[in-house]
């Protein structure tokens, strides 16, 4: 298998914030899922708690997304620098830190090229292979796939004189006004636009109104209860 990722890595920013942090993480991640012809995709999961922010980057097979690979850990208080990286591959150092947006590049781009790394994605290539998702289908058959289910928009609805609408996105669900939903669909990079330009893909604002509502495995409901506990712990 070709490198996973060019040289250097995708996206040319230096992530100053927390917020370009979790896109950097990102790009990365939708960029592995069009290199393995829609077979083996990235995801980075948002598993902040207040002022700890830590992103986890993970690997799948398109057939067995519920079961994800962890790569390693991105760590930060507040998303300042420096950055702690934890890595799940032996053979390199399990904790790295990263002071600068230019050292946290570096530090990722030998993880993602790592021979480890390439070898977990290669199992699971051959994973979704056996699982009969052949490897000839096309990048653009396996976006519109993602697509159809990581997205979904109700219709609008009227109540107290507001209207708003239920959106489910990326297994989070709320509702959304109205005027955000047209907020989208004015043309990007536009005053009062939800959506912006990131080099070749876009950045879109979306704000529920009140709580939201996600779906977690039994696993990750106990790290989350986890991470509460020591958050209310260092607080109380």
Not at 223 to 232: D, F, G, K, S, T
Request: charged fraction near 25%; aromatic fraction near 6%; charge should be negative.
């Amino acid at each position: 298998m070709e490198n996973l990722w060019p040289n250097d890595l995708l996206g040319q920013q230096a992530p100053s914030s927390r917020e370009e942090i979790g896109l950097l993480l990102s790009v990365q991640a939708n960029g592995l899922l069009e290199r393995t012809k829609g077979l083996v995709g990235g995801i980075v999961k948002d598993r902040s708690i207040e002022t700890s922010v830590s992103w986890s980057f993970e690997l799948f097979s398109i057939h067995r997304q519920s079961s994800a690979t962890p790569l390693f850990v991105v760590r930060s208080i507040e998303g300042e620098y420096p950055v702690i990286v934890e890595s799940f591959n032996p053979d390199v150092e399990r904790y790295q830190t990263a002071s600068t947006p230019q050292s946290l590049r570096e530090v990722l781009k030998d993880l993602l090229h790592a021979t480890q790394t390439k070898r977990i994605v290669e199992l699971l290539v051959a994973d979704a292979t056996r699982a009969g998702i052949m490897k000839q289908h096309s990048n653009t058959e396996a976006k519109e796939r993602t697509s159809a289910r990581s997205l979904l928009i109700g219709k609008m609805t009227k109540s107290d004189g507001r209207e708003f609408c239920h959106v489910s996105l990326l297994d989070i669900s709320g509702f959304v006004s109205a005027q955000n939903m047209n907020d989208v669909l004015i043309q990007e990079d536009l005053p009062k636009s939800a959506v912006n330009t990131l080099n070749s893909k876009y950045v879109v604002t979306i704000e529920f109104i009140g709580p939201v509502k996600f779906s977690l495995e039994s696993s990750e409901l106990n790290h989350l209860r986890a991470q509460i506990r020591q958050a209310l712990d260092l607080t109380s």
